[in-house]
């Protein structure tokens, strides 16, 4: 039993590794002996844990995922109305522990290899499927049905463009104006009595 926690322990660390030196390498310069000098280890205990650099980066990407989404949830569960619910996702995923340049950077390189490797492209399907579904039951008491599907699609996008938009570009995009971008769209798109504050820092 003990073994196995150690073992964990130590494929968290690896992981977690693999995506600080994607954040400072891109997808192309990240490799087996940065992500070992990274976590203190040698690159043969990197393999033995993970069989080569595309099973360990897939699993750097649900390790970074899975940060961001405890993110959301815990936001989520302390939303009590619909438009709570929505501001709780748009404020999750523009959290300023992870909205900044180079964990974009980092996501921005794993997304562009996902038209290569069918795992990404799983995760990155599960990622979105899990974002429609919490805005949908968002959405769906705030807006009429036949309207729902257009605007979670719209948040969706606009959040992953403000992501890549960071990612490309070290500075000039704060939470600040991400949010102020996420409320102009939502001004046009929810009735105006009840926008509220979704957006607010």
Known sequence: MRLTRISEIRKRELRRAAFEVLQREGMAGATLEKVAAQAGASKGIVLHYFANKQELFEHAMREANAALKDAVVARLNRAATPLERL??????????????????????????????????????????ARMRSNLMSALIHLLPEDQCEAVALGVTALIDGLWLRLGLQSAGLTREDALRQMRDYLSHRLPAGIQGSVGNP
């Open 87 to 128: 501001e709780a996702i748009i404020e999750g995923n523009f959290e300023e522990r992870f909205f900044q340049p180079s964990i974009c950077h980092a996501w921005l390189s794993l997304c562009a290899e996902v038209p290569r490797d069918p795992q990404l492209a799983r995760i990155q399907k599960v990622i979105h």
